[in-house]
């Protein structure tokens, strides 16, 4: 990894926030593996680690126990996860697809296209990540650890998705709401109805953000023959999103419903409460959706952090009520 002695601005990706810390303070040598990461753009963590601590929650409200620290310990080995695992995830990914990102304008600047580093520096860095992640696993449950390892296959699936199928955003929802499951079990023991529905919602969700995300690259994933359902979907994307939208706040609330059910009528109030404002977060992003402002496109994909945020809050709230 030594011998880098680029500039913040020489490697940096365009969709990279202004100012990000890995352009801005990392040591330059650094720079290149951090960005094959994402670490310059944390919206992916927020997402892998969001469903993670849904499930904490959910779980916290179904087997109505007073959150311990082995739950805190949960939620931050959940946060370390999401990091390392977004990492690895980011850099397979870039990986199989470093021919098809040096021909889409938005991707390529990355690493591995622009030549910052080689096939074989971001698989050492790909082991480094997942190596380190493995040991945090390994401090969980054996339900837990198995999800872990089952989460594996969508993850290496997902780069070859967009060649075979129209809904590789659908892929990546399975990959990505895992840790909804995995959480759920780590404090349970156990896998429920209301971890399988609020996996299932997050699904939807990711069809729903990626959806928009994809409608940036629409015009390059068409010439290079690349599948996504913001090509799929075209004029009728929106309608789409607005299906998505509803089978996620479905899902989600009867997910609520079935695990707050035996529990106090604050919780149950308090859990449905999550599902029901993310459903209008939503629907104000569907409200401002233009498939031709790109950078619209991507501040209202970088706005599920938030969104995300908000059924998190009320199932830890359900969960201490």
């Keep these: 990894m030594s011998g880098m002695t680029e500039t913040p601005e020489a490697g940096a990706v365009p969709d990279a926030p202004a100012a990000n810390w890995v352009d801005s303070y990392a040591p330059p040598a650094s720079r290149p593996y951090l960005r094959l990461s994402r670490a310059d753009r944390p919206i992916g963590t927020w997402l892998l680690l969001l469903p993670c601590w849904w499930g904490l929650g959910l779980a916290l409200v179904t087997t109505g126990a007073r959150p311990g620290w082995h739950d805190l310990w949960i939620a931050v080995a959940c946060a370390l996860g999401a990091v390392l695992m977004r990492g690895a995830g980011c ?16 991707t390529r600047a990355r690493p ?3 030549g910052q580093v080689t096939v074989r520096q971001a ?6 990540q997942a190596g380190i992640a493995f040991l945090v696993l390994l401090t969980l449950p054996g339900i837990a650890i198995l999800l872990g390892f089952l989460s594996l296959l969508p993850v290496a699936l997902y780069p070859f998705a967009k060649r075979v199928t129209w ?5 990546l929802g399975v990959a990505f709401n895992w840790g909804a499951l995995l959480a759920y079990a780590a ?8 971890a399988i529905l609020l996996w299932l ?16 690259d629409a015009e390059d994933d068409a010439l290079i023959g690349v599948k996504s359902t913001a090509r799929l979907f075209g004029e009728e994307t929106p309608r789409w999103l607005r299906r998505f939208l509803v089978a996620t706040v479905a899902l989600m609330g009867f997910a609520a419903i079935l695990a707050g059910v035996q529990g106090s009528a604050l919780a149950l109030v308090l859990a449905l409460g999550g599902p029901w404002a993310m ?4 629907t104000w992003q569907l409200r401002r959706f233009d498939p031709e402002d790109a950078q619209g496109l991507l501040r209202l994909f970088r706005s599920n952090r938030d969104a995300g945020l908000i059924p998190a809050l009320a199932f830890a709230l359900a969960a201490l009520s």
């Design 91 to 106: 850099t397979w990914n870039d990986i199989a697809d470093r021919h098809i990102d040096a021909q889409v304008a938005r």
């Design 187 to 194: 404090h349970a023991g156990r896998l429920d109805a209301p």
């Design 279 to 282: 459903g209008w977060h939503m």
């Design 201 to 216: 919602g997050g699904i939807a969700w990711t069809l729903f953000y990626d959806t928009i995300y994809a409608h940036q």
């Design 167 to 171: 809904w590789p955003q659908a892929v």
């Design 123 to 128: 698989l050492a860095w790909l082991v480094a």
């Design 112 to 114: 591995l296209p622009s």
